[in-house]
C-alpha cells in the first residue's frame, strides 16, 4: 500500500486497536475465572502468530535474520509488559490497573529522547500530562496507596513505554507485517514457558464462554488489534502513538459502563473531557487558539 495512504490511515488504526483492547477487560474479568492467565496469553499469542504467518504468506520471501532477532526484541519487551501487568492485576484493582498502566505515555517523550535524542516538545509533555490526569479521573476508586501490584503495573508500563521506542528505532526499511508475526511467535513461547513453570495446560474443560473469549482475544485483540498497533506505530511519532495508546484504559470503561458492569461517576465524565483536551493538544498544540 502507498506509504503516504498508511501515514493517513496511521492514527486511525491506533486507535481501533485501543477500542479492541478496551472491549476486551470485562470479558477477560469473567472469564479468568475459568482460564488460567498464563496459559491465555500463551494461547492468545499463538493464535495471532499463526493467523498472520497464513494470511502474510508472502512476505516470507524477505525472511532474514534481522526479523528474528528484532522480533524476539520486540516480543520480550511486550511479552514481560503483558505478564507484568497481569499479575500486578491481581494485586490491585482494575481502575488503578489501568491508571498505573496508561502511565507510559508520559514515559515515553522522555525514553524516546534518551534513545534518539529528540527532545520532546511541551506540548508533548502537556499532552501526556493531561491524558494520564484523565485516565486517572476516570479510572478513581477512591484511594492512591501504592501496593505491590500497583508498582508491577508501573514496571509494566515502563516495559511498553519501552515498546513503543523499539517499534520506531526497528520497524523502519522493514516489513511490518513479518516483523509483528515474529513478535507474536516470540511472546507467545514466553509465555509458554511461563505458563509451564506455573500451572501448565487446563486440567478441566473450557466453556464454550471462555473458548469464545480465547478466539477473540486471539483473533481481535491479538491479530488485529496488535498489528494495528505496530503499522500505526511505523507511521507515527512515538509520542503521538503512546498518546493515542493510552485511550485503551477510558475505553475499557465505556465498555465496562455499557454492558453494566460499573457504574459512571462525574470524575469519570471530567476525566473523558480532560483526556479529549490531551488529544486535541497533541494534534493541534491548540494553534487556533494563537492568531498570527
Known amino acids: 500500500m502507498n506509504e503516504s495512504v498508511m501515514k493517513k490511515l496511521a492514527k486511525p488504526m491506533i486507535v481501533s486497536a485501543t477500542l479492541i483492547w478496551g472491549s476486551s477487560f470485562f470479558l477477560v474479568k469473567d472469564a479468568v475465572d475459568d482460564v488460567d492467565p498464563m496459559f491465555m496469553l500463551a494461547f492468545r499469542f499463538a493464535l495471532g502468530a499463526v493467523l498472520l504467518a497464513v494470511v502474510f504468506w508472502r512476505q516470507w520471501r524477505n525472511m532474514d535474520w534481522g526479523y528474528v532477532w528484532q522480533g524476539g526484541i520486540l516480543g520480550l519487551l511486550m511479552g514481560t509488559a503483558y505478564i507484568t501487568q497481569l499479575f500486578g492485576l491481581i494485586g490491585t484493582t482494575p481502575g488503578k490497573n489501568a491508571f498505573f498502566t496508561a502511565s507510559y505515555c508520559i514515559i ?19 499532552a501526556a500530562l493531561l491524558s494520564v490526569t484523565g485516565i486517572g479521573l476516570v479510572s478513581w476508586d477512591g484511594g492512591i496507596a501504592l ?17 513503543i521506542v523499539a517499534v520506531a528505532k526497528l520497524s523502519p526499511g522493514r516489513d511490518i507485517f513479518l516483523l509483528t508475526t ?25 466453556t464454550p464462554f471462555a473458548w469464545w473469549v480465547l478466539l477473540y482475544l486471539g483473533v481481535g485483540c491479538t491479530a488485529v488489534a496488535l498489528l494495528f498497533q505496530n503499522v500505526g506505530q511505523k507511521y507515527t511519532d512515538p509520542s503521538s502513538a503512546a498518546l493515542l495508546l493510552s485511550l485503551e484504559a477510558p475505553f475499557g470503561v465505556l465498555f465496562s459502563v455499557a454492558f453494566g458492569a460499573e457504574e459512571p461517576t462525574p470524575l469519570m465524565y471530567l476525566g473523558f473531557c480532560v483526556i479529549f483536551l490531551a488529544m486535541v493538544c497533541s494534534e493541534t498544540q491548540f494553534r487556533f487558539l494563537r492568531r498570527g
Open 182 to 206: 515474529m513478535q507474536f511467535a516470540a511472546m507467545a513461547v514466553m509465555c509458554g514457558v511461563g505458563m509451564l513453570l506455573t500451572r501448565g495446560f487446563p486440567t478441566q474443560p473450557l
Open 147 to 163: 501496593a505491590l501490584g500497583d508498582c508491577l503495573t508501573l514496571v509494566a508500563a515502563f516495559f511498553l513505554a519501552c515498546h
Open 108 to 126: 515515553v517523550p522522555f525514553l524516546y529522547w534518551i534513545v534518539d535524542r529528540k527532545r520532546p516538545t511541551r506540548w508533548n509533555v502537556l
